[in-house]
């Protein structure tokens, strides 16, 4: 009974720890879009994830719309701030230097933060889950319906960026963009148009990750700033700028946490994580999947 007892708790730590890293690895490919268009390190990302998660509170809770028309709106509204940022903030400084807009977007996240402050409060928010909270029994442990829900949009997340960058022209623009943008600009690309769309697709990709962790986690104006530290910390781990490489280190991460935290303690969860994340980057400085040639030739 003992072992079975362990083997459920193992499994209940395993599926916390993928949800976990599900949040992580779409926080880290938002950040890895905006700095494959720009090479730029988008500090803001965080709070994308916060503004969704509130967004999407006050349009169900407090507007009471349906939970699918919330959810698109909330997309539609937080990838607007994306473009706001974009075109009032980066735009206008496109000729400066990566680390002068490195800081400008450090500067936008404490902006947002304090607006959001001003808004909403500093109290946490509660939002109910997407189909219920009765748990599902699998392998002696308990699964919540929202696990499911931010596991499977994680997965079609993937699967549809996937699509986007390889089978669209717009995906492939940006792609091109991301290689080399004097070449794609010279091919007749609008580099400066990819750009716009980076941030708005990154906005929106914070935006559903702060809308299916809400219900298990609930949101405040100040969560933003740890999601995008975990987030940015599965970018490097995965080897920044690599779509795939964030999705896989965002799972390690989680793994590693919450297992830490189940085995361990739970007081040592981010110290473990942070730990793992700089021995990877000590042996091999451009992250798991990162090519030590390409990040020679980048800026940051």
Known sequence: MEDYGFLSQLVQYILTGITLGSIYAIVGVGFNIIY???????FAQGEFVMLGGLVMITLVN??????????????????????????????PLKESSVLRLVIITIALSILIKGLAMFTWGKQSFALRSFSGDTPIPFLGASVIPQTLWIIGITVVLVILLSIFFSRTIIGKAMSACADNPEAASLVGINT?????????LSAALGAVAGMIITPVALMEYDRGALLALKGFGACILGGLGNFYGAVVAGIILGLIESLGAGLISSGYKD?????????????????LFGSAEVSKLKKF
Do not use: D, Y
Not at 36 to 42: D, R, S, V, W
Not at 66 to 83: C, K, Y
Not at 192 to 200: D, I, P
């Open 192 to 200: 400066q148009r990819m750009v716009m769309l980076a941030f708005m």
């Open 271 to 287: 110290a473990m994580a942070l730990a793992v994340l700089l021995l990877v980057l000590f042996i091999k400085p451009s992250g």
């Open 62 to 91: 407090f507007a009471h719309l349906p939970m699918p028309l919330a959810f698109l709106l909330t997309v539609i509204i937080v990838s607007l701030v994306g473009l706001l940022i974009e075109r009032l903030a980066i735009f």
């Open 36 to 42: 494959n268009a720009t090479e730029i390190i988008n």
